[in-house]
């Protein structure tokens, strides 16, 4: 066969194998499941209480979607200011129950739509190496322990360490020893991570966000004053309430739950006893005292 005649013969067959591609292209296309948010878009205030498993769930949530979700994190009281002030916010997702009552107060968000993720429990937090050998709530009283707690008018680990600190009346011997008011729960675990103190007063899962690095001291089960949890609410404002529902489900689904309890989150309230009296309450909120 002449190389004129091979040429003509591939140029008609060309069209036909294009043709046939695209065929089974498209019938694979077909048969891919469409994600059922694919292009919609959720804007989430999360208090970085949940940081670490919250951002894997948004990813998980992305993927099994398609939906685009822009997570905001930092202290609950900012969150909630900068949500109030944009005007806009699919999600409120604070740190505590504390942040979600003033939320409701405002009328910032669905009151009804509230959701518990998880549970959390107060304690102390300590670098690895636990250089001065903190073990009770008294050891932070010693005259060379520098400690760190959250902004506890903005941060709701923070309101919990000054609860803490009132209702074991060490209100008065703990005070020159704070050397730092972070401004968020992620930088109070970070600050005792990289050792510029040698405790914060914190949550329980701070030592699963640097196991290398923090150490967690659980306190005697009648000095909990509340355990916390973590609620998420849709915001009064929402652009998509059907996606935030949505998001809200799946936070609470088998899928969902597993993430957190993946980072050692208390996903039931159970789970969270074990480190209280039978009859600690649960949630509420706390009223900072003057002074703080």
């Known amino acids: 066969m002449s190389m004129k005649t091979c040429c003509g013969l591939l140029a008609a067959l060309l069209p036909m194998l294009l043709l046939t591609g695209c065929g089974d292209g498209e019938r694979r296309a077909a048969h891919q499941p469409a994600r059922e948010f694919e292009g919609r878009r959720l804007v989430l205030f999360v208090g970085s209480a949940s940081q670490p498993p919250t951002e894997a769930a948004v990813e998980a949530f992305m993927e099994r ?18 949500m109030k002030l944009a005007d806009q916010g699919d999600i409120y997702f ?26 959390l429990v107060p304690a102390i937090n300590v670098p690895r190496d636990n250089p001065k050998g903190i073990a009770t709530l008294d050891d932070l009283t010693k005259p060379d322990v520098r400690l760190a707690i959250a902004r506890p008018d903005t941060v709701c680990v923070g309101l919990y360490a000054v609860e803490v600190f009132e209702r074991a009346g060490l209100t008065l011997r703990v005070r020159p020893n704070i050397v730092n008011f972070t401004e968020s729960c992620a930088k109070t675990a970070q600050i005792v991570a990289l050792g510029q103190v040698d405790a914060v007063l914190g949550w329980d899962v701070f030592e699963h966000w640097e196991p290398s690095k923090i150490k967690t001291i659980y306190l005697p089960r009648e000095q909990v004053p509340r355990i916390g949890y973590l609620p998420a609410a849709i915001g009064a404002q929402s652009r998509d309430v059907d996606l935030a529902k949505a998001f809200l489900a799946f936070l609470t689904s088998p899928e969902g739950q597993a993430i957190y309890s993946k980072w050692n989150y208390l996903t039931s309230v159970e789970a969270a006893r074990e480190h209280t009296m039978p009859d600690t309450p649960v949630g509420g909120e706390w009223r900072l005292p003057a002074g703080w």
């Open 65 to 82: 979607t398609g939906a685009k979700v822009e997570a905001h994190f930092g202290g609950s009281g900012e969150m909630l200011s900068r």
């Open 94 to 119: 604070p740190g505590s129950s504390d942040y979600i009552e003033v939320a409701k107060r405002e009328g910032l968000i669905d009151a009804a739509s509230e959701t518990i993720i998880a549970y």
